[in-house]
């Protein structure tokens, strides 16, 4: 059974938008989050993507408040990403409410503390972030293209324990163009035992349900519901 997981992204402590990861393609939706987390929940969502744009730029977790109130008030399963560089900062979004960390660029950077954090906390609670542009796996809130083919990527850190991934596919998302539904078949076929999070570009109810056909674990939906292209009404009936 497919996981619907709205996501809401921080800047300034604000629910906003990018289109492909550009900060200056900016759109705010409400200057509350926990407004808006509370209306998924009404709906019977159960899960969360929180992700800390500043953080990411920042290189360090900067929206740990807001997490914290969105945990303390309402109870969605929040997965947290954006700006983990350190101990420290995990450690904040842990004791913040988070119940899993999205761990992109440091899994790249610095494969020793990202397997640290694997051994230490489990492969339940560290879901790999596999930022993709062009089948090239992107670090540094999207900022980096490196010459890391994606196959090569998830091959390497699923033999090593690895269960969660969160795939994005940066061209397609906040662009309401629909999602990658070939990569995700490409990646399902090659990996048998992943549990893989679509993301980016969903636009239409069907593709929903095109990814659960394929066996998909979860899947992000973004601009899409602020857009209004698909409803909250609509997705409460596939969960």
């Not at 492909?20 to 987390?37: F, M, R, S």
């Not at 420290?88 to 960390?101: K, P, V």
């Not at 990202?114 to 339940?124: D, N, V």
């Not at 542009?133 to 990527?153: Q, R, S, Y």
Request: with cysteine; charged share 25%; aromatic share 8%.
């Amino acid at each position: 059974m497919l996981t619907i997981i709205p996501a809401i992204d921080l800047i300034d402590g604000k629910c906003v938008r990018l289109s492909k990861g550009d900060y200056a393609q900016k759109k705010i939706y409400n200057d509350d989050p926990l407004e808006v987390a509370v209306q998924f929940e009404d709906h019977g969502i159960k899960r969360l993507h929180l992700v800390d744009l500043d953080g990411a730029k920042a290189s360090h977790v900067v929206n740990w408040k807001v997490l914290e109130k969105i945990a303390s008030k309402t109870k969605l399963v929040i997965d947290f990403g954006g700006g983990i560089k350190s101990d420290q900062d995990l450690e904040i979004i842990f004791e913040s409410g988070a119940t899993m960390a999205t761990i992109g660029s440091v899994a790249v950077k610095n494969r020793e503390l990202f397997f640290s954090w694997l051994k230490k906390y489990g492969a339940e609670k560290i879901i790999l972030g596999a930022d993709v542009n062009d089948n090239k796996i992107a670090v540094t809130g999207w900022l980096e293209v490196t010459e890391l083919d994606v196959f090569d990527f998830l091959d390497d850190y699923l033999t090593q324990g690895v269960k969660h991934v969160l795939c994005t596919d940066i061209s397609k998302d906040g662009m309401l163009e629909g999602t990658s539904l070939q990569l995700y078949i490409e990646i399902m076929q090659r990996f048998k035992n992943i549990a893989l999070i679509a993301s980016g570009g969903v636009t239409h109810i069907d593709e929903l349900y095109k990814l659960d056909e394929i066996g998909v674990t979860g899947a992000i939906i973004g601009k899409a519901i602020y857009e209004g292209k698909i409803t909250l009404k609509e997705l409460s009936g596939l969960i």
